[in-house]
């Protein structure tokens, strides 16, 4: 068993950046894959930014060059920094973790509560 729980969500205006942060507990062996997700109200949960154990990334297309995956093996917490935010990307964001590589795929096993990340513009 994984616990994830979510902070650093927020409201800011077009161009301003937040970092949330994953604090993860429990059995680590299942956290070996890490991702960021996000669903915006009447839209599919999509993934923006994954890791794994060995620090390998891969994002969205839309966030590429925004956002940064990154990992605290020390402190099993999971980051995301995310820079010139766009209206857009208001949603609410997820952390997942797996011992699978699921990647970007909203398969992971286990999953956080949510924090909300609000951008007007």
């Known amino acids: 068993q994984v616990q994830l729980v979510e902070s650093g969500g927020g409201s800011v205006q077009a161009g301003g950046s937040l970092r949330l942060s994953c604090a993860a507990s429990?059995?680590?062996?299942?956290?070996?894959?890490m991702g960021w997700f996000r669903q915006a109200p009447g839209k599919e949960r999509e993934g923006v930014a994954a890791?794994?154990?060995?620090?390998?990334?891969s994002y969205a297309d839309s966030v590429k060059g925004r956002f940064t995956i990154s990992q605290d093996n020390a402190k099993n917490t999971l980051y995301m920094q995310m820079n010139s935010l766009k209206p857009e990307d208001t949603a609410m964001y997820y952390c997942?973790?797996?011992?699978?590589?699921?990647?970007?795929?909203?398969?992971?096993?286990?999953w956080g509560q949510g924090t909300q990340v609000t951008v007007s513009s």
């Open positions: 997942a973790a797996d011992r699978i590589s699921w990647w970007l795929l909203p398969k992971y096993r286990y």
């Open positions: 890791i794994d154990s060995d620090g390998s990334t």
């Open positions: 429990g059995d680590t062996y299942f956290k070996s894959y």
